[in-house]
């Protein structure tokens, strides 16, 4: 069975700090995809990125920026000079490609204090 | 624009009165999903229809239901709700990944 793993519960950091959000997963499919979702305190599920597990390829998107290494089952989040807003809870997902269910992790609680 | 639409934001019943929640997309896509995430836990899928076909999770209770009258909607009824079963309610569309998700409803029992 899949199973994803974001063994950081809590992090706080200070504005304009970088932070790196962990997540491993486990698998015995050979294709699937990756995602990232934000979760502010109004609750919805805001999705930032989806990654094909063909593409091994980081990616960077502004202040955010992923880190995909199939070799350690690893796709890791980093945000750059964090700000107050980003305060969230975030979530990494494994998706089947098969009938596209998603397997959430714990998610990490992210507080950037001013 | 909203692509994934749920009514209403925030629901509250008692407990054991049935309550249905509703899902609308625009999307014209042929997969809805119903995730039930409680507080300061993960979402957890509950179900999903392909087209009309509907696919119950292996843990979910006999007491979640779900009708999908067309591509539209998707509507899910909890027939006799208890304490447990509060909690956001998130409904999701995709035809191809990523899922979109809407704002959620959250749901109180008294």
């Known amino acids: 069975a899949q199973k994803v793993t974001q063994a950081q519960t809590e992090i706080s950091v200070v504005e304009k700090e970088d932070v790196t959000l962990d997540c491993v997963y486990e698998?015995?499919?050979?294709?699937?995809?990756l995602f990232w979702y934000k979760q502010p305190p109004s609750g919805e599920l805001v999705f930032l990125i989806r990654?094909?597990?063909?593409?091994?390829q980081n990616e960077i998107s502004g202040r955010y920026s992923w880190n995909f290494q199939k070799s350690t089952s690893s796709f890791n989040f980093t945000i750059t000079a964090s700000q107050v807003v980003d305060s969230a809870v975030y979530f990494c997902?494994?998706?089947?490609?098969?009938?596209?269910?998603?397997?959430f992790g714990q998610g990490t609680t992210l507080q950037v204090k001013p | 624009d909203a692509m994934v639409i749920q009514n209403p934001r925030y629901q509250v019943t008692q407990f054991g009165k049935p309550v249905t929640l509703s899902c609308s997309q625009t999307l014209n896509h042929n997969v809805m999903y119903w995730y039930q995430q409680k507080s300061s836990q993960a979402p957890k899928l509950l179900f999903h229809y392909y087209d009309k076909d509907f696919n119950n999770e292996a843990d979910t209770p006999d007491n979640f239901q779900s009708r999908r009258p067309n591509t539209s909607f998707c509507f899910l009824d909890i027939r006799s709700p208890g304490l447990g079963d509060a909690a956001m309610y998130l409904c999701?569309?995709?035809?191809?990944?990523?899922?979109?998700f809407g704002d959620g409803t959250r749901l109180s029992i008294l």
């Open positions: 698998t015995r499919d050979t294709t699937y995809y």
């Open positions: 999701a569309t995709g035809g191809d990944q990523p899922q979109h």
């Open positions: 990654r094909n597990s063909f593409d091994e």
């Open positions: 997902a494994y998706g089947s490609s098969n009938t596209g269910k998603l397997i």
